[in-house]
């Protein structure tokens, strides 16, 4: 058997000048080809993909005026301008974002694609080639059969898996790997991982959808004897750990199991396929159990040495069970994935004696340790991890294992167990499972040897790409923006979660509270796709949708209402507002309407009681009724701008009848309009009416000084929750307060975010108050708007509604007093996005990059007296920018 070449005339093919190309292309040409928001995936089961690009010209007004796409079977064809599959013909349009529209997409086929454009001199230039393969695309494309070990949900150790195969004789073209598990699994190709995955596939709710991946292996299948071993974990499918939200007894609840087709495609066209079926063989080994909940325990005297290779001696281990699959729908996962991004070594460590160490990260993370340790066979090493100290300095669980609920000490919480084999230095590093954590507390049955080295941290998380920068002079400013990603990442991993510990639960109001941040700082929509399909899988008939997503079925009750869970329209409507694609959005469209609907019949008057608060406020509490009647009005004003985007104009005027009776009727109750007052005037009341648009037209200002002077009584102090945390830095910053904001943002003592920060945290927190008694994870994201706030804010890189996706953007800078200079970078849709300003003397100097293929409009924040300088000349205060960088003094 001998490799194939055809690798090598494809880079060829993509190293050469395409068609229509001239030897200046390199400015105009179009470059970050996508394939549904992901570079080259394969694995792809859409019949109409995604494809987008973006513009590579720094010249002024750059844009593109036209663009043609090629799509087809053969790289060297379409570096021709010769298409099989989908030629767009020139199109005279400035869009970067299409879905495929040509001929049906085959399975398990590559295909290469590139763009030509004209740009804004009608001058053409063209990518270089790009491509997406297609994966199963349809259930009844699987040749494997599910199979398990057959043993029941209570089994400890994990179930491990291998199969011989011989290839056969002739020229292998590719190689693919498909596979999908109910559970997590590893997947091993002769004794080597396959990828660099962690936690896959992810969670879904597993008895209505599961997700399959699709892997190159065509450099690791080799001639003659092959072996594939495949390590099954519980993940979410067999929880085993009990806690308060009954995971244990959820309904798709079984023992792991998977499916897979190694599928060989030989030069001369034929395919071979290796399956799962009853040839299989099974044992178990040294991951003795395995929670993602609590921890992981392997046992290092039961490894089986080479089990994942040819030559291992299977002879004892005994055949596999057959079983049905989980759910009959099983689809691609093309998503970013989980890995281990960052490695941190133990920033201290220290000794209490020989079996007790605490080593210190020196940060909060989520992800997992890698013990590196020496000691007697049978030395049982327990590894625990927490994220705050004792006063005698050993690790302290106590503000995150409130709702665990074991049933013996068999499982201890966030604690892995390292059972050593007593040779030499031995290293152990959990494969499915991982926690929230600072510090680690090793202690040991006997004696042991470690020193700092010998644990390592892991920040694991979906691995999105970085879209956004913050920086300025306030050392403060610089520390809440990096605690707010850390936290978002932390809370990251194939769905956003409230906490990396206590819970690892997809709280819905904790998602939606993060979205923007989110995006502002990270390419994220992979992500949020994945988890709204999640919430089109747990909605009920009637509409309504459960507080945590995915559920085993806790969350449906009285409090799971619109504050909590509008993440299903508020999430499509903000992908929709950062990307310009509207794919989202159409499909959460009628489980959108579906929740409205069902919120106008437990409330035909406009108000509701359907939710859950501002949750862990300071000390104030805003009506229930007020801010969920709010949010409801927000549900069904996206509905009918959605209404209106897919031309469905009976339900745009119906839905739009209906935001405005909401709002009436909060107006009507809630709203003072001698006063300019929501309620009695609280922090929340005041600013969820102005970041949500709930005051009527004209009173902006009033309310917003309203609110400035309640936050200066308040002491220059927050008292919110969670939804008045999202709201009032927007509320106040949108509406002439931006003074007022900042110094609200930068607020160092109790309660403030600042407050957290002087106190050495590097994560955000889940309570104002550190000493709380309860509801105090120390790595939460649902206070974290203010990593967004800062874009918009200060840097004033803002959306426009009208023209999405960045197409036109909005700049709307503060130079408020207290920072000398600020910067504040995105890259969006069509390129990086830059607002950077800077004290200089008694004037402030503003410069700004408007991307290729965008415009702008630039709002300076002038005071009574100031001008606008573009060089010599004096310029108008509002402007509108074509792309290119810009440099203005404000004096």
């Not at 007004?61 to 379409?78: E, I, W």
């Not at 939606?512 to 995006?519: D, M």
């Not at 935001?659 to 309620?679: C, L, M, R, S």
């Amino acid at each position: 058997m001998m490799k194939s070449n055809v690798f090598k005339l494809f880079s060829l093919c993509v190293l050469l000048l395409p068609f229509g190309a001239t030897a200046d292309d390199k400015v105009t040409a179009p470059y970050a080809l996508m394939c549904e928001h992901l570079d080259r995936p394969i694995g792809v089961d859409a019949a109409n993909p995604r494809l987008s690009w973006k513009l590579n010209d720094s010249r002024k007004g750059a844009k593109q005026t036209a663009y043609r796409l090629y799509v087809g079977r053969d790289s060297a064809a379409v570096v021709q301008g010769k298409a099989d599959a989908w030629d767009t013909q020139k199109v005279n349009a400035g869009q970067s974002l299409l879905r495929y529209q040509g001929t049906a997409l085959q399975p398990f086929t590559k295909y290469y694609w590139l763009v030509q454009i004209w740009d804004k001199d009608g001058k053409p230039a063209s990518s270089t080639v790009s491509s997406f393969e297609t994966g199963m695309m349809n259930m009844a494309n699987w040749q494997g059969t599910w199979i398990s070990d057959g043993n029941n949900i209570d089994k400890r150790p994990a179930p491990y898996f291998r199969k011989v195969f011989n290839p056969e004789n002739k020229k292998i073209k590719s190689a693919r790997a498909y596979i999908a598990a109910a559970g997590l699994y590893e997947l091993y190709l002769n004794g080597e991982k396959v990828g660099n995955h962690r936690l896959d596939p992810m969670y879904t709710r597993f008895d209505r959808r599961n997700l399959y991946l699709t892997y190159d292996v065509t450099a690791q299948v080799k001639d003659g004897k092959n072996a594939i071993g495949v390590l099954l974990g519980n993940g979410w499918y067999n929880m085993q750990s009990i806690a308060v939200w009954n995971f244990d007894t959820a309904p798709w609840r079984a023992r792991p199991t998977f499916c897979m087709d190694l599928r060989i495609t030989y030069e001369d066209g034929t395919t071979s396929v290796v399956k799962t079926d009853g040839d299989w063989k099974t044992s178990s080994g040294p991951v003795v159990f395995n929670s993602i909940y609590t921890a992981e325990h392997y046992d290092a005297r039961l490894e089986q040495k080479g089990w994942n290779t040819a030559d291992f001696d299977d002879q004892k281990w005994p055949g596999v069970s057959l079983r049905a699959a989980p759910s009959t729908q099983v689809v691609s996962q093309l998503m970013h994935p989980i890995r281990d991004v960052e490695t941190i070594p133990a920033q201290s460590l220290k000794v209490f004696n020989d079996t007790t160490y605490v080593f210190d990260l020196g940060r909060n993370i989520a992800g997992v340790t890698q013990i590196s340790v020496q000691g007697p066979a049978g030395s049982v090493v327990r590894i625990k991890h927490g994220e705050r100290l004792l006063p005698d300095g050993r690790v302290d669980l106590s503000n995150i294992d409130v709702y665990y609920r074991p049933k013996d000490n068999s499982d201890p919480f966030q604690t892995d167990l390292f059972t050593l084999k007593g040779e030499g230095i031995e290293t152990f590093k959990p494969k499915f499972n991982y926690k929230g954590f600072q510090y680690v507390e090793v202690t040991s049955s006997k004696p042991i040897k470690i020193d700092k080295s010998g644990i390592t941290g892991y920040f694991m998380h979906s691995d999105v790409p970085v879209a956004g920068k913050v920086n300025s002079s306030s050392s403060l400013v610089n520390k809440l923006w990096a605690a707010t990603n850390n936290s978002y990442l932390s809370n990251l991993y194939g769905y956003p979660t409230d906490c990396p510990q206590r819970e690892k639960n997809g709280w819905t109001g904790d998602g939606h509270f993060a979205i923007e941040s989110g995006l502002y700082n990270f390419d994220g929509i992979t992500v949020y796709e994945k988890w709204l399909a999640d919430h089109r899988d747990e909605q009920q008939p009637n509409g309504v949708l459960p507080d945590i997503i995915p559920t085993g079925g806790w969350g449906y009750g009285t409090a799971n209402g619109t504050d909590w869970t509008s993440t299903i329209a508020i999430i499509p409507w903000n992908v929709y507002l950062f990307y310009g694609d509207s794919k989202l959005l159409e499909d959460s469209y009628e489980p959108i309407k579906k929740y409205v609907n069902y919120v106008e019949r437990i409330s035909p008057e406009g108000l509701t009681t359907f939710g859950r608060g501002d949750w862990v406020p300071v000390k104030s509490e805003s009506p229930l009724e007020y801010t969920s009647s709010v949010y409801y009005y927000v549900d069904a004003v996206i509905l009918s701008k959605a209404a209106a985007l897919f031309n469905k104009p009976e339900d745009q005027r119906y839905y739009s009848a209906l935001a405005e009776k909401i709002k009436t009727a909060i107006n009507k109750k809630y709203f003072n309009a001698q006063t300019a007052i929501y309620g009695s005037g609280l922090q929340t009341e005041l600013s969820v009416a102005l970041q949500w648009k709930i005051v009527p037209e004209g009173m902006e200002t009033r309310v917003a000084e309203n609110l400035a002077k309640r936050v200066k009584a308040d002491g220059n102090h927050l008292d919110v929750g969670v939804l008045g945390a999202k709201a009032i830095l927007n509320a106040l910053s949108e509406n002439g307060q931006a003074q007022a904001a900042y110094q609200l943002a930068v607020q160092d003592t109790y309660p403030s975010w600042g407050w957290w920060i002087v106190n050495g945290a590097t994560t955000l927190y889940e309570n104002w108050n550190i000493q709380a008694e309860r509801d105090i994870s120390l790595n939460h994201m649902m206070f974290g708007e203010i990593g967004g706030w800062f874009f918009k804010g200060l840097g004033g890189i803002m959306i426009d509604e009208q023209q999405p996706g960045f197409k036109h953007v909005l700049l709307k800078p503060n130079f408020v007093q207290g920072l000398d200079h600020f910067e504040a970078e995105h890259e969006g849709p069509h390129g990086k996005i830059r607002s950077f300003w800077k004290r200089q003397g008694k004037k402030v100097s503003y410069t700004v990059t408007v991307p290729a293929n965008s415009t702008a409009t630039v709002y300076f924040p002038l005071q009574k007296g100031q001008q606008v300088y573009q060089g010599k000349s004096a310029v108008e205060s509002v402007l509108k920018l074509e792309a290119e960088t810009y440099q203005f003094e404000v004096k």
